[in-house]
């Protein structure tokens, strides 16, 4: 983007009214080719497709920050764009677009050299930029932001307050205290948002510190939704915190079967996120099927059969989505109690083609891991046939994953028509299919697929915590 497009697109085009002071940045050094998986052509459109939408908010906006967030990550160059966009955003006040939040939280969780001078001017608006700026926050280690997080730490609105002390205590600048006496004033529709735009992000990163741990037990006590008390659970157990693993051991062993069978499910969960955090800060592998609880026990892979109504009890998505989140979490630590429902979804073949993204999924996971064979026809007949772009983008993805050489070539020789397709979904699941294939991603991690669960929900989903 040219000096002169970014002073055209200073305009609103109708975004509200700028709320936040100019954003002062230092001239952006140019990016170091080789570091870039993302070829020109594909920059170039991603760079076009942005350009279009600061000047016109496109209907399909959240498909086209979903495929940002996926791919910038690769590109310095991209990213270079990123910083730019979200200048004029915050210039404008436009911290409730979904490309103002993608932009955002991509680069600070690339801890981009610009992000400090962006986020200052995000958190100086009135309501902080809302949550995308309270989350990439927590990511941004710099300390010009000690005093405006501090500042909105003692705020009146005490979701802002939360906001910005957990940003505080992932930046290790509290011990937590204020946090937990903050909790208890969250309101349940600040909570929802907050599990979503904050804890889902941060259940999905480094292990923060362990003092966040008694603030989310409160949050937890008020949380009747199953899927957003793990999430919750997750980022305390990854912290350290080993509370939610004891109180969902012991939930598994009293109450009705159908409590017990959901709650013996969180266990195992929680479980494995206290082994691979281990395992994280020791430098060591883990096993994904089992970790050591509160009692020095173990919690081993699971033998509960998921359905599709626990699986969407355990989504941190409103059960309405009836999102399958979960099974595809076990499906990835190889639990064999997860095969016989990735069988009723992927019934697949010439008969029955593969005719959604669940589908597609689950005949992947079945081709890699449980030997189906069958599964790697259905998938390139998708991945060459589907009716819908998107499908088929996510198709090409998903056949690179079976791990089969002859797959992966074709999956690769399919990405060269997905990254010149009108859907901008297929160009994001293109250009991750070639950096894998070219071990720019994924080289030295055995369990890496392209079409893993965060950049499924970014890509497919649009949904962009």
């Known amino acids: 983007m040219g000096t ?6 200073c305009v609103s085009f109708g975004d509200s009214p700028p709320h936040s002071p100019p954003v002062s940045l230092p001239a952006r050094k140019p990016s170091v080719a080789r570091a870039d998986l993302v070829d020109k052509a594909t920059r ?12 016109r908010k496109p209907t399909n906006e959240v498909k086209l920050a979903g495929a940002l967030r996926a791919v910038a990550s690769m590109s310095p160059a991209l990213r270079g764009a990123l910083v730019e966009a ?41 309501d902080a930029g809302g949550n995308a700026t309270l989350s990439a926050a927590c990511f941004c280690k710099d300390p010009s932001l000690a005093a405006p997080l501090a500042k909105l730490a003692a705020s009146r609105q005490s979701h802002l307050a939360f906001g910005a002390e957990t940003a505080r205590v992932c930046r290790r600048e509290s011990n937590g205290a204020h946090l937990t006496a903050i909790a208890p004033m969250i309101k349940e529709s600040h909570r929802i948002a907050l599990c979503t735009d904050l804890f889902v ?41 080993m509370g939610p693993l004891e109180e969902a051991v012991a939930k598994s062993q009293v109450g009705p079967s159908s409590a017990r069978a959901a709650w013996s499910l969180v266990a195992w969960a929680l ?30 892979s699971p033998a509960t059969r998921p359905t599709v109504e626990l699986v969407a009890r355990l989504s941190d998505r409103p059960s309405a989505d009836r999102d399958t989140t979960f099974l595809f979490r076990m499906a990835r630590a190889r639990a064999a109690s997860c095969k016989p429902m990735l069988e009723g979804l992927a019934k697949g073949g010439p008969l029955a083609p593969l ?31 589907a009716k819908r772009g998107e499908l088929r983008g996510f198709a090409v993805a998903a056949l690179w994953d079976t791990g089969d050489d002859a ?51 970014w890509v497919q989903w649009g949904w962009l915590e």
Request: charged share 25%; hydrophobic share 45%; proline share 4%.
């Open 271 to 300: 479980s494995d996120t206290v082994m691979s955090a281990r395992a994280l800060v020791s430098g060591t592998n883990a096993s994904p099927s089992g970790a050591a609880n509160g009692t020095n026990g173990i919690v081993s």
């Open 4 to 9: 002169q497009n970014l002073k055209a697109k």
């Open 44 to 55: 170039v459109r991603f760079e076009a497709e942005l350009d279009a939408a600061l000047k």
């Open 86 to 126: 979200t200048q004029v955003m915050i210039r404008r006040g436009s911290y409730a677009r979904e490309i103002y939040g993608a932009c955002l939280r991509t680069l600070a969780e690339a801890d981009d050299r610009n992000v400090p001078a962006l986020l200052k001017s995000a958190l100086a608006a009135d």
């Open 407 to 457: 797959c992966r070539a074709k999956a690769r020789e399919l990405s060269d028509e997905l990254v010149a397709s009108r859907c901008i979904s297929s160009v994001a699941w293109g250009a991750l299919v070639r950096a894998a294939h070219a071990g720019g991603i994924g080289k030295n991690d055995p369990s890496f697929v392209v079409g893993a669960e965060t950049p499924f929900r």
């Open 355 to 385: 005719t959604d993204e669940v589908s597609v999924r689950a005949a992947s996971y079945l081709a890699r891991d449980h030997g189906r064979a069958d599964m790697k026809e259905a998938l390139l007949d998708c991945a060459q046939n």
């Open 201 to 241: 992000p941060l259940a999905r990163s480094a292990p923060v510190p362990v003092h966040v741990g008694p603030a989310l037990g409160v949050l937890r006590g008020a949380e009747r939704h199953l899927g957003r008390w793990l999430v919750l659970a997750d980022v305390a157990a990854k912290a350290g915190d």
